[in-house]
């Protein structure tokens, strides 16, 4: 019962914005001059997916988003994950711009490498854009394929426990 939510637009501006309504923070950004911000940025997320789809020669005109989520940061959840595939999908929904989910993770994970500092897999890029309800996703890395297993929790339940402990690949 955890997720992201965004909503995306094109604008006839002369720069991109994105709104991290949790965080009650704008930044504002020209596609021609993307870089990243200072390291710990959420801002980076953003602009890494875009870097990346640029880096494809894929192009994309100037756009607003704005985005909640209820995922906690740093729990080992995904958040970044899902808030990179969230900006890719609505990037590729309202330019046409042909990816697969299988590119979209790809420039979510390049993102991470790239912008956030972060060398990591591409375990929770896959498991946010192709999980399944009540269904377990085994994917093997190497090939990148992966097979929902459907799972049926009506006499189990799975709980979810905030340790407190905070979970940062950037750390590894």
Not at 15 to 23: E, P, Q, V
Not at 128 to 139: E, I, Q, R, T
Not at 140 to 157: E, L, N, V
Request: contains cysteine.
């Amino acid at each position: 019962n955890k997720g992201i939510y965004a909503a995306i637009q094109k604008t006839n501006a002369n720069t991109s914005s994105a709104y991290a309504l949790d965080k009650d923070s704008l930044v504002s950004f020209n596609l021609d001059t993307i870089k990243p911000l200072k390291e710990g940025s959420w801002e980076n997320y953003i602009l890494g997916v875009v870097a990346e789809i640029k880096n494809r020669n894929k192009v994309i005109g100037n756009f607003n988003i704005v985005f909640k989520g209820d995922i906690p940061g740093g729990a080992g959840m995904s958040s970044s994950a899902a808030l990179e595939n969230s900006v890719v999908f609505g990037l590729n929904e309202i330019f046409n711009l042909g990816l697969s989910k299988e590119e979209m993770i790809f420039i979510s994970q390049k993102a991470e490498h790239n912008y956030v500092g972060v060398n990591c897999g591409i375990m929770d890029q896959y498991a946010s854009m192709f999980g399944v309800k009540d269904n377990a996703l085994l994917l093997d890395c190497r090939t990148i394929k992966a097979k929902p297993f459907k799972i049926d929790f009506k006499h189990h339940q799975l709980i979810l426990i905030n340790t407190n402990v905070k979970h940062s690949l950037s750390d590894s």
